[in-house]
T-cell receptor, first 112, second 115 residues
């Protein structure tokens, strides 16, 4: 299922580096989300966007920023990566209320 | 905001037995409750959802029950099979599932089905 595509799939970066994770979708959804998943833990919301002009902080936005370049594209940036940002990152999209959220394949990020 | 708690964090059952995972939520305005399954190394995918106007929904071996008064909902898997082994997440929308409200996820339950 390539409806929600994340790049890169895996990335190792050094502390202090800037890194961007990209997400694109072909589902035509307005709502896009970035979640973080740590081992053994659930999904924590970093940022979400209702449309290209609307971006909102989630539960754990500190240290992250986002850009909604178009309806289909939502990027997550780590301005200065730190080791405790090592995690699995998921992008998701959603259509109308009460409908399924579709997740990308995930990006495994390691900060050394 | 919405607080979703999920129990147990791990669950081990014998093949053929039933498995039950429970979630509680805090926002009384929540009206949409999905369950996601995440197989090892893969993305979460929706397996079943329920809206607040019904108390139970079934799909083959999977069922979800909702108690709005007590603010909890549960996932029931009957006749478990090894391929049911995965991490399961419940979710609820903050402030009701109106336009744009995002889903808050529970902490996940790792289900292991022993053959």
């Amino acid at each position: 299922d390539a409806d929600v595509t994340q790049t890169p799939r895996n990335r190792i970066t050094k502390t202090g580096k800037r890194i961007m994770l990209e997400c694109s979708q072909t589902k035509g959804h307005d709502r896009m989300y970035w979640y973080r998943q740590d081992p053994g833990l659930g999904l924590q919301l970093i940022y979400y966007s209702f449309d290209v002009k609307d971006i909102n902080k989630g539960e754990i936005s500190d240290g992250y920023s986002v850009s909604r370049q178009a309806q289909a594209k939502f990027s997550l940036s780590l301005e200065s990566a730190i080791p405790n940002q090592t995690a699995l990152y998921f992008c998701a999209t959603r259509g109308t209320a009460g409908t399924e959220a579709f997740f990308g394949q995930g990006t495994r990020l390691t900060v050394v | 905001g919405e607080n979703v708690e999920q129990h147990p964090s791990t669950l081990s059952v014998q093949e053929g037995d039933s498995a039950v995972i429970k979630c509680t939520y805090s926002d009384s305005a929540s009206n949409y409750f999905p369950w996601y399954k995440q197989e090892l190394g893969k993305r979460p995918q929706l397996i079943i959802d329920i809206r607040s106007n019904v108390g139970e929904k079934k799909d083959q071996r999977i069922a979800v029950t909702l108690n709005k008064t007590a603010k909890h909902f549960s996932l029931h898997i009957t006749e478990t099979q090894p391929e049911d082994s995965a991490v399961y997440f419940c979710a609820a929308p903050r402030g009701g599932d109106n336009a744009g409200n995002m889903l808050t996820f529970g902490g996940g339950t790792r289900l292991m089905v022993k053959p």
